[in-house]
């Protein structure tokens, strides 16, 4: 894949700092949305202090604010709408500069609106984030609004400027985009074609990481087991590391580096190099997110998945009798179209079965510009929301079953800082993502170090070193 030059668009970010010299500036971000957009944020963030801002959470104080928007659901352009009409007062009063930015700006009828009925000084994209510090410098110099939005698939940019959130762990994005255009999905159409970071881009940034204290990477990508899928049936792909098993075993050698999760993998690129490669590589975390989305083989292929229920099940016991300890965790979408009370049960005979440690629930919602949007079979919103408490009363029915079976048991784990709601006490992360706090010295955060679980709160275990 071909990357693109962005020195020119860098120099702005100078520019920009110029005129800021002195002022002591301000800035306030809100991220909606997945970890790839999260990782999208740090870019920014890394950008906009690069510019001569500091972060601030409170919005009052800040001179400029930033929206880096969702489209995946509904209720993200609800909030979208309703923080841009509180931050309409905050421009009126003291000029702050508004940028919205991210998934949702790449939707016409959104940017329409907000164009008609909103206050803001720069719309830019999901492929047009390298541009911002040009987009702001504009927009303070020219003093106009700026809207910068690509229709194009967008190229690799390497070499933002980033500033990450946490110090021990770490995302990197490996691709962009996706091409499996499930039909209740604005994904693709927002985030734009498949295409892959180069391994050796991919690898120098998790070695400088490493060098850097950090201790687990989470690998992303809309649909990371498709790594190099494109590029190799186009004959692009590099010659040694072309796939996603041999970038995990990669990325497993980079010393420093003592954990390595990734989201989201599609059950049906789920081939056996890369179960392989989980198995044998150490540091690859076992507990592996494989979004279900609905356990009925006629809803699945009105999703456009391209995988059965029995296809999924038969994939997590071949992972179950490969790789010893192995534990899931899911997304669910209900109501989708034509999901009938059968298909329903469908789903939760899956949950029962397979004893997810983790379940992401969601309402099925209606996106512009996909297919099943248009499909008929609309479900009431009355039927989708008690099949979501039904769902949702199985799974903490099951989760509290689940939880016993970590009482007594004695796990390595990685000590993160202090817990939110309690300073006294320190927090760690099962390797299945379970909250666990427990007390202990300040020294030993950043440490990996074995704590006994003692008992369970549905959302969180109490633990002792
Ligand atoms: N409605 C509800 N949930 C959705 N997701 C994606 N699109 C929709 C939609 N239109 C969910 C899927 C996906 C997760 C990130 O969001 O479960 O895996
Ligand atoms: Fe959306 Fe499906 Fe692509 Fe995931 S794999 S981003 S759900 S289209």
């Known amino acids: 894949m071909t990357k693109k030059d962005i020195k020119n668009e860098l120099e702005y970010i100078e520019k920009v700092k110029n005129i800021n010299e002195g002022r002591n500036l301000k800035y306030n971000i809100l991220t909606m949305g997945c970890q790839l957009n999260e990782n999208d944020s740090e870019k920014i963030c890394g950008m906009v202090e690069k510019m001569g ?79 911002f510090p040009k987009d702001l410098y504009n927009a303070i ?45 604005i994904v693709p159409y927002v985030r734009g074609r498949e295409r892959s970071r180069n391994p050796e881009d991919i690898l120098d ?25 494109v590029e190799r049936e186009r004959g692009e792909a590099p010659e040694e590391i072309n796939s996603f098993a041999k970038l995990l075993r990669a990325v497993n050698e980079i010393e420093g580096i003592e954990k390595i999760r990734f989201i989201s993998p599609h059950p049906k690129d789920f081939t056996d190099d890369v179960i392989e490669a989980i198995k044998d590589c150490e540091k690859v975390s076992k507990f592996i ?21 029995q296809q999924y099940i038969d994939l997590v016991e071949k992972m179950k009798n490969k790789i010893p300890n192995v534990k899931f965790s899911t997304d669910i979408i209900v109501g989708f179209p ?27 919602s209606r996106r512009v510009g996909t297919p099943a949007d248009k499909m008929d079979g609309q479900i009431p919103e ?3 929301h008690k099949r979501f408490d039904r769902l949702k009363d199985l799974y903490e029915e099951m989760l509290k079953e689940i939880n016993k079976e970590y009482i007594g048991k004695t796990l390595d784990m990685l000590v993160e800082g202090y817990s ?41 275990l109490k633990g002792r070193v």
């Open 53 to 131: 801002y500091t972060k601030t959470d409170e919005i009052l104080e800040a001179d400029l604010v930033i929206y880096n928007t969702c489209c995946v659901r509904e209720n993200a352009e609800e909030k979208l709408f309703g923080k841009l009409g509180e931050v309409k007062k905050l421009k009126e009063a003291k000029g702050t500069i508004i940028a919205i930015g991210g998934c949702m700006m790449q939707e016409k009828h959104i940017v329409e609106k907000i164009k008609k009925s909103y206050k803001y000084d720069v719309i830019f994209g999901t492929h047009t984030l390298q541009n």
């Open 141 to 185: 110099m020219q003093n106009k609004k700026i809207t910068d939005i690509l229709d194009i698939d967008g190229e690799i940019i390497e070499g933002l400027p980033i500033k990450r959130e946490d110090n021990i762990r770490a995302s990197v994005t490996i691709m962009n985009g996706c091409n499996n255009f499930c039909t209740y999905c």
């Open 205 to 229: 940034e998790v070695k400088k990481l490493a060098q850097d204290g950090y201790k687990e990477i989470t690998l992303l990508g809309q649909n990371v087991n498709s790594y190099m899928r």
């Open 289 to 309: 997110h494989l979004p279900l989305q609905s356990g009925s083989t006629k809803v699945l292929k009105l999703m456009n998945r391209k995988y059965s229920k």
């Open 338 to 364: 034509e999901e009938t009370e059968e298909d329903f049960e469908d789903t939760l005979d899956v949950v029962r079965k397979i004893k997810f440690e983790q379940i992401f629930m969601f309402i099925y």
């Open 382 to 384: 009355e039927i989708k």
């Open 420 to 460: 939110k709601t309690n300073k006294k006490l320190l927090t760690a992360r099962t390797d299945t993502n379970k909250v666990v706090v427990f007390e202990g010295e300040d020294s030993l955060i950043g440490k990996t170090v074995p704590v006994e679980i003692i008992s369970e709160h549905m959302w969180y």
